[in-house]
């Protein structure tokens, strides 16, 4: 059973920067594909950045060259370094393992001034 706890949002100004932490519980870490996600009111939840267990990446056109996913498998833990943030990058953030169903709470990021 795959449990995620997701940390780090709040609320930052257009331009600024923020970290996701996202601690992972489960099966061999080091073999799960991580995703962060994100949903805004009123929309569907969408893929943001992913990161495979041998580190390659891939990313929403709309956050390339601002965001970067990392993971630390010695610490089982996914991050996401957001930078240059835009209102439209507000929604709730989850991350996901390709291992299990679960989701996490999710961490709130507003961008507004």
């Known amino acids: 059973q795959v449990q995620l706890v997701e940390s780090g949002g709040g609320l930052v100004q257009p331009g600024g920067s923020l970290t996701l932490s996202c601690a992972y519980s489960?099966?061999?870490?080091?073999?799960?594909?991580m995703g962060w996600y994100r949903q805004a009111p009123g929309k569907q939840r969408e893929l943001v950045a992913e990161?495979?267990?041998?580190?390659?990446?891939n990313y929403a056109d709309s956050v390339k060259g601002r965001f970067t996913i990392s993971r630390d498998n010695a610490k089982n833990m996914v991050y996401l370094q957001m930078n240059s943030l835009k209102p439209e990058d507000t929604a709730v953030y989850y991350c996901?393992?390709?291992?299990?169903?679960?989701w996490g709470q999710g961490t709130q990021v507003t961008v507004s001034s």
């Open positions: 996901k393992s390709n291992i299990g169903t679960n």
């Open positions: 489960g099966p061999i870490f080091r073999f799960a594909r």
């Open positions: 990161i495979t267990p041998g580190g390659s990446t």
